[in-house]
Antibody, heavy 119, light 106 residues
Framework: EAQLVQSGAEVKKPGESLRISCKGS????????ISWVRQMPGKGLEWMGT????????KYNPSFQGHVTISVDKSISSAYLQWSSLKASDTAMYYC????????????WGQGTLLTVSS | DIQMTQSPSSLAASLGDRVTITCRAS??????LNWYQQKPGKAPKLLIF???SLQSGVPSRFSGSGSGTDFTLTISSLQPEDFTTYYC?????????FGQGTKLEI
């Protein structure tokens, strides 16, 4: 069965950099897009962006573009979400999810990575 | 961006009740509408895709309908595990926006 396993919780200071990961298994990694979704404490779901591992095509939500970077390493079936300079407002749970096409539903989700940014 | 508006934001119901949650898109999204269930501390789970298709393994008491701009999620007979939060999402165009969520309470 397909599975997405995310890296563990992080506690960082404002201005620090970070990369979190999402490793796919049990399916052909390059056949499915990976999206990242943010959930701030007590709030709803926000789509951040997506990547097609087969050709590295990336689409960002304009609300997040320039603040995060999405990437993938096909050789180890992993996708990444990266920040170069964290803010306190980045404190949130981050989920990765797979979908077959850009317009497909998100059928498998990672367990989430909790990021806390505090001085 | 396409805005997704769910109603109600919260809903109180009882075991065995039939409930309906509505999702409205700010423009036509054909049937590119998905419904997710999220329990506290857990990742969302896909319930319904393409407006009315039941995801494998999801109980048949869940159903979806609609097309264009107006969509509904119906739970025919509420079970204890159904009292949680539900989100709609459009996958018609990026950004793939979600509704604000509906919290279903006992």
């Amino acid at each position: 069965e397909a599975q997405l396993v995310q890296s563990g919780a992080e506690v960082k200071k404002p201005g620090e950099s970070l990369r979190i990961s999402c490793k796919g298994s049990g399916y052909s990694f390059t056949n499915y897009w990976i999206s990242w979704v943010r959930q701030m404490p007590g709030k709803g779901l926000e789509w951040m962006g997506t990547i097609d591992p087969s050709d590295y095509y990336i689409k960002y939500n304009p609300s997040f573009q320039g603040h995060v970077t999405i990437s993938v390493d096909k050789s180890i079936s992993s996708a990444y979400l990266q920040w170069s300079s964290l803010k306190a407002s980045d404190t949130a749970m981050y989920y990765c999810a797979r979908h077959h096409l850009s317009s497909s539903p998100f059928d498998y989700w990672g367990q989430g990575t909790l990021l806390t940014v505090s001085s | 961006d396409i805005q997704m508006t769910q109603s109600p934001s919260s809903l109180a119901a009882s075991l065995g009740d039939r409930v309906t949650i509505t999702c409205r898109a700010s423009q036509s999204i054909n049937n590119y509408l998905n419904w997710y269930q999220q329990k506290p501390g857990k990742a969302p789970k896909l319930l319904i895709f393409s407006a009315s298709s039941l995801q494998s393994g999801v109980p048949s008491r869940f159903s979806g309908s609609g097309s264009g701009t107006d969509f509904t999620l119906t739970i025919s007979s509420l079970q204890p595990e159904d009292f949680t939060t539900y989100y709609c999402q459009q996958s018609y165009s990026t950004p793939h926006t979600f509704g604000q969520g509906t919290k279903l309470e006992i």
